[in-house]
């Protein structure tokens, strides 16, 4: 049977006698009681409601529906609710500037937004009035000015399932926005369901999820990942899928220990942030089989940490490359060898190994030229994909600038390798001329254990800055820092910051350009930005 839509995904589960129990980290914004287990059946249940209340709102076929709130799984549920009577979801972070909700939300021209009050309370404080730029506000948590509480669309019958058409717009979903205002992609039936999520539902040896798996996921429930996980996973229908929705170890290890996976998926920031509880001698990944890591790369410290934290022989590691408008683009298997050099310069996990077979193709160009350079060299790296969205809201331009002769401009800087990998530079707008940016940050975080992140700023004159963040929130030794950087192109003297003055996005990704602008007054930097 053909994977379906997320429209009556949950129906067609309960249909089948879904057996897979779903433990959250806490309960839904969503849900109406305090559970945090559900059962095929009670999920179908709880997004053929959601979707009788947007009908209640005065949803239809072909309106869109923007959803800001609280990260968790319900972004997703929601995402299926709407879908349910043909109305377009668009999932965005709560954890974007209120300034930007509001650029995001005129670019939509919503019918309707699904929020919480306290939402709308913090864009408020900010001099955002959120309400303004939709029709209708739908608040999950308690009354708010200009909204529709909750309480008064509960128990509105819901229509039947729609079904729209295959390449007709299904989803909205943001990019992380590291760079500027996040852009705003669109995914079609076919390109999301059809070319991702159906690939991912296949049976394959050792990545993909088993009938006795406990399947666990932190990630920023408002981006396209978490809903074509939730579709692929849940169709293979595993024993247990357990639902993060925050990296703060002291809320994750509490559902880790009373549910120990043994495949996690998880966003970069949230494995960084899980470190020390991954090194004690009880920790809750001992079973774990195998890991997954999504939307960004990973440094080699907290790779090599995860796995020795399994007791399984042979754990593995599996990074993905891609993006929201491309979907997976490469995959890597790392194992404990692949990590067990330390300290030195070496691509490690910068080496994103090779295009999904069959379904995407690579090629590096010059950045100005888009000429295609010979292996070895760096350049601009160019995708092709069926699964290519369809386009960005209130931006129609912006997807023709970024193809060039049928392919797609990542806006990342790449070295294909003689036997056919890609090597990670930078993205181009955050360069440095003649070294790379990920390359230091790796080292530095290979090198000194008391470095939380790093951050290197690139800029068109002057040294790149590095932004440390220590685990103890102090200044490294001087001496320490010029050991570690003997041997590194010249850097600036570092900036160190505490963890919260770090600017984040929903998905643990730092803020470059609102850090650029913070301490680099404004500097220009060294790449173009033309591809971002």
Known sequence: MSLPSPGPFFDVLADHGSRTTVHLSRPLDLAD??????????????????????AA???????????????????????????????????????????TLQVLLKRLDATALVTTAATLRAAHEAGTDLTACVRRTLTLDGPAPGAVPVADVRGHRPPPPRRT????????????????????????????????????????????????????????????????????????????????????????????????????????????????LA?????????????????????????????????????????????????????????????????????????????????????IVDPQTLRPVPRGRPGLVLARTAALCTGYVGEPERLRAKLAGGWFATGDLGVRTRSGRLVLLDREVDTV??????????????????????????????????????????????????RAVADLPPLDEPVFLTADQLPLTATGKVRRQELRDRLLDGASPYGTGHWT
């Not at 076929?61 to 299926?80: F, S």
């Not at 070496?346 to 090629?363: E, F, I, N, S, Y």
């Not at 008391?450 to 001496?479: I, K, N, Q, W, Y």
């Open 33 to 54: 009681d305090d559970r945090t287990a559900y059962d095929g059946e009670g999920l179908a249940a709880l997004v053929a409601e959601a979707a009788g209340r947007l």
């Open 57 to 99: 709102l005065g949803v239809g076929p072909g309106e869109r529906v923007a959803v800001i709130k609280p990260n968790h799984w319900d972004y997703v549920l929601l995402a299926c609710a709407a879908a349910r009577i043909g109305a377009l979801p668009a999932l965005i972070s709560d954890r974007l500037p209120p300034e």
């Open 165 to 276: 058409a295959d390449d007709a717009p299904l989803a909205i979903m943001h990019t992380s926005g590291t760079t500027g205002i996040p852009k705003l992609v669109v995914h079609s039936t076919t390109t999301l369901i059809h070319r991702i999520v159906t690939a991912e539902a296949r049976r394959m040896p050792v990545v993909s999820s088993r009938r006795d798996d406990t399947v666990a996921q932190a990630t920023s429930y408002a981006h396209g990942r978490g809903l074509a996980w939730t579709l692929s996973v849940l169709w293979l229908a595993p024993r247990e899928v357990v639902i993060l929705d925050s990296f703060d170890p002291r809320r994750a290890e509490p559902v880790l220990r009373a549910h120990p996976p043994t495949t996690l998926e998880a966003v970069p920031s949230a494995f960084v942030r899980w470190q020390p």
């Open 279 to 363: 090194s004690s001698p009880d920790n809750p990944f001992r079973n774990v089989r195998l890991y997954v890591n999504t939307f960004d790369a990973i440094h080699p410290p907290a790779v090599r940490t995860f796995l020795a934290a399994s007791r399984r022989r042979r754990p593995l590691w599996v990074q993905v490359w891609g993006q929201s408008e491309t979907g997976p683009l490469t995959f890597r298997c790392l194992t404990r060898k692949s990590v067990r050099a330390t300290g030195e310069r070496h691509p490690t996990t910068r080496d994103l190994g090779r295009p999904v077979p069959g379904k995407a193709r690579l090629r």
């Open 433 to 482: 001329p003649g070294g790379s940016c990920v390359e230091i940050e790796d080292v530095l975080h290979d090198r000194l254990q008391e470095v939380m992140e790093a951050v290197v700023l690139g800029r068109a004159s002057g040294l790149p800055l590095p932004v440390l963040v220590t685990h103890g929130g102090r200044p490294l030794d001087g001496a320490v820092w010029h």
